[in-house]
């Protein structure tokens, strides 16, 4: 999961990409990257770190130019090293500069046709990089070192989908001609394109949610379609086109989950809306099956769970109290390498408040359970705040496989629900009674507000992967590679002129801190 936003502007973009990468913070807290593209020089700065600690106002003054992308990381796939901060850069052809959201699954193939075949060689341990010098290859075999043209970028991308698997939103700016974004023929990442009618033209961005362009000034025109890629000129002229053979829309129903912010809405679905319906959904289930549970209050865990949790209370006619108060600056607990780190973490993120759960029987609501840490402290946490008995509900059905398209759930033995029943589960994280949302329950809480999304991306709740090349092999290699202490952090900032006249070898120097 990562955050990516280009856009084409009528003035300088560097506040535009800011503001933008800023509202996509959730979908990235490992670092943060902005190039801008003025004439033939692109202008580079990049770090370990937070959107705001990453840019300061000297770094916003050096990235000149009407056209740029920005990213926000956490690592899935590579390490937490600064070198592999995003956007990643080439300067042949024609210089290009990419962002990327997902994974490749063919990531150890594509290195090695990468060296063998295209003579390419990749720096870092990232897929993105990966991605970006299949992208390069694709752009230079089909212009034959003649002048590029649309047909040209298009026919590229065609070619990416044909080696590529796995997912992938991009986007990428090529030098002196524009910006391009696609997305992979599944459609597995979210990708959207908004625009703004200025008096001296149209300015266009696409971003990984609508919330972006919501906070930038953009209508939202529409989502990008799975194997398309659009193209905007330096000169904003827009241009479209399908490069994918039989795509087919399955989403993430992840991103409705937990990772989307409540206030975008992506293949025409508002999160906040399916949320809504989750909670419904669940109501409905205990209602069913859970009919002698005495429960006093519903408390959300902040801050994903609370319309599901809302909704829930609504439809149960039951009381809904805010129980816990969040630090919002502490990082996501299931993303932190380290199980110590976590389990710390999860201490230091949400304080009870115990009029809240003293004596009372509580329905704690979270937006699903993966690896299980934060559900056992905050079980444990209502306990010791005075709660009688302690009931847990999740709006998402039990997480057993791992997600192999861009989100950090890669270990099947750090998944507490792979291998246990409910009740195992249950007694696991401490409570004394859980429900999981059934996963036909939670598709038609997403298809409530779009039926003609046929198909999802469950595999992490079904181990379904709609890509077609996962094995266990794949999943056992995964694991090994990811394993506990894999990710090492190298502090490290970077800001940069690529002058494709004159690029040397050296992608960057180091700024003096």
């Given amino acids: 999961m990562c955050g990516i936003i280009g856009v084409v502007s009528k003035s300088p973009v560097n ?8 509202v996509l913070q959730h979908r990235g807290q490992d670092a943060a990257g902005i190039v801008t593209c003025d004439g033939n020089t692109f202008y580079m700065h990049k770090s370990n770190g937070l ?77 993105s990089e990966v991605l970006l010098n299949v992208l390069a290859h694709e752009v230079e075999r089909t212009a034959h070192n003649a002048v590029l043209n649309t047909d040209m970028v298009f026919e590229a991308v065609a070619g990416v989908h044909k080696r590529c698997k796995g997912a992938y939103g991009v986007v990428a700016m090529i030098a002196n001609f524009g910006l391009l974004a696609f997305r992979d023929p599944h459609g597995i990442r979210p990708l959207v394109i908004g625009k703004n009618e200025t008096a001296e033209g149209v300015e266009y961005v696409v971003a990984s949610e609508s919330v972006a362009l919501d906070v930038l000034g953009f209508t939202l025109l529409r989502d990008v379609e799975p194997g398309e890629a659009i193209f905007i000129d330096m000169d904003g002229n827009f241009y479209s086109r399908q490069c994918a053979v039989n795509p087919k829309l399955t989403p993430c129903i992840f991103e409705y989950v937990y990772l989307a912010r409540p206030d975008s809405v992506i293949d025409g679905v508002s999160v906040y809306q399916t949320r809504l319906h989750m909670g419904e959904s669940l109501a409905e289930k205990i209602h069913r099956e859970w009919k002698d549970l005495q429960i006093d209050v519903v408390i959300p865990i902040p801050d994903t769970s609370r319309p599901s949790a809302l909704q829930l209370a609504n439809a149960l006619n039951l009381t809904y109290r805010e129980g816990f108060i969040k630090n919002r600056y502490i990082g996501r607990t299931f993303i932190m390498p380290g199980q110590a780190l976590r389990k710390k973490s999860v201490r230091q993120k949400l304080n009870p408040i115990g009029m809240e759960f003293k004596g009372k029987n509580v329905l704690l609501v979270d937006d ?32 057993r496989f791992p997600n192999v398209y861009g989100i950090d759930m890669p270990t099947r033995n750090e998944l507490l629900a792979t291998g246990r029943t409910d009740e195992e589960i249950c007694k696991e994280i401490g409570a004394d009674a859980l429900i999981y949302q059934d996963l036909d329950a939670l598709i038609k809480a997403v298809q409530l507000s779009n039926p003609d999304i046929e198909f999802f991306d469950c595999s992490c709740f079904d181990g379904n992967y709609v890509t077609g090349d996962i094995d266990e092999a794949y999943l056992s290699e995964i694991e090994s590679a990811r394993g506990e202490g894999h990710k090492h952090r190298k502090p490290a900032n970077s800001s940069t002129q690529l002058d494709l006249n004159l690029v040397s070898a050296k992608e960057h120097e180091e700024e003096p801190a």
């Fill in 368 to 399: 699903s359970i993966v690896r299980g840490t934060t559900s056992q402290q905050i079980v444990q946490m209502a306990r010791d705040a005075g709660a009688n008995k302690v009931y847990f509900a999740s709006a998402a059905p039990p997480v």
């Fill in 51 to 127: 959107v705001q600690d990453v840019f300061q106002t000297r770094h916003m003054r050096s990235l000149v130019g009407n056209a740029g992308i920005a990213h926000v990381r956490y690592p899935t796939a590579g390490s937490s090293s600064a070198a592999e901060a995003q956007p990643f850069y080439v300067n042949s052809p024609f210089g290009i500069v990419l962002g990327h959201n997902g994974n490749l699954t063919n990531s150890a193939q594509l290195k090695q046709e990468m060296f063998r075949q295209d003579l390419r060689h990749i720096n870092t341990n990232s897929d």
């Fill in 15 to 22: 506040q535009l990409l800011y503001d933008g990468l800023l």
